[in-house]
């Protein structure tokens, strides 16, 4: 096993951690003749930017559904890192014990120039991963798992995460905070600079961003997100998909707002009444839908009470 007792309480203490060397060399050599295969060019580019950037290198694939980027893939090797045992593991161990289901299983290659070669403001990742919001409740603890196929230094736009010892907040209720409204979120950011074959994971409850490369270099990562499979209202491949990522408007919103009780559990909501429903999640989907009328969630409560 190469996810240890020290990661879990790193990751329960910080809100993410990185495992180095989590693939074998072998491993990582099987997937990389995989990506040269699907993504011609990527892999020589990251691995020496004189051998000039690939074909179609400033287009972007990673929000289209329909993209080679998406799993499944041709090859064994990258459907084999989707379903990794000791993922299904972990996000099981973190969901209290309940099944899980992986969600989403992204390749993110990226360069300089490349559209998402930006300074990202800090954020969470649960706009598109639940149409509600996400409590400090285990029993809807989603995680994700971000594979790096080639290395991943300063230069080349590392993650940014602050970990959650430096934000004290009884709730996570702004899911985007910009630098003037959130400085101490920056100040303490930590980047991870990974080599070639580690993984990094966080949940859905930790602030990070994406930063700008600082050279003409790339870099190959591959995003795998796993949710508890009881709750309806969580996966980004359902309808929480909509409910806006830093590129796109929050297009969800609006109808989320204007519609009722009865139809926003027709379509996956946490319905009145639900054990969801507590002091904290009722301010926080009050905060990301200050529209909708939280009666029915107040009263739903105070009866289960």
Known sequence: MKITQHHIDHY?????????????????EAIRDEL???????VEFCDNPENGKP???????????????????????????????????FAKMMANGQDVRCDESSLSLK??????????????????????????NSDYWQTTFVLFY?????????????PKTYYSDDYILSRVCSRADRPELYANEIKATVSAGSVLMYSHRTYHRGTKFLKDVGRIGHWISYSPTAWQWLGRDGLSKSGGNLRGPEILRPWMESATAEERTAMGFPPPGHPYWCEETIAGVSA????MDMTPYKLGRVRAN
């Open 12 to 28: 329960k203490t910080h809100g993410y951690v990185a495992v180095e060397n989590f693939l074998t060399a072998k491993q990582l």
């Open 36 to 42: 040269r295969e699907l993504m011609p060019g990527w």
């Open 55 to 89: 074909p179609n290198w400033d287009q972007d694939g990673y929000f289209n559904d329909d993209s080679e980027t998406k799993f499944p893939y041709p090859g064994k090797i990258l459907n084999s890192m989707v379903t990794h045992p000791e993922f299904r593991a």
């Open 111 to 136: 360069c300089q120039g490349h559209p998402r070669d930006e300074d990202q403001v800090m954020h969470c990742d649960y706009g598109n991963h639940t149409l509600a919001y996400p409590p400090d």
């Open 150 to 162: 080639t290395n991943v230094d300063l230069n080349h736009a590392p993650t940014a995460i602050c």
């Open 288 to 291: 990301r839908y200050p529209g």
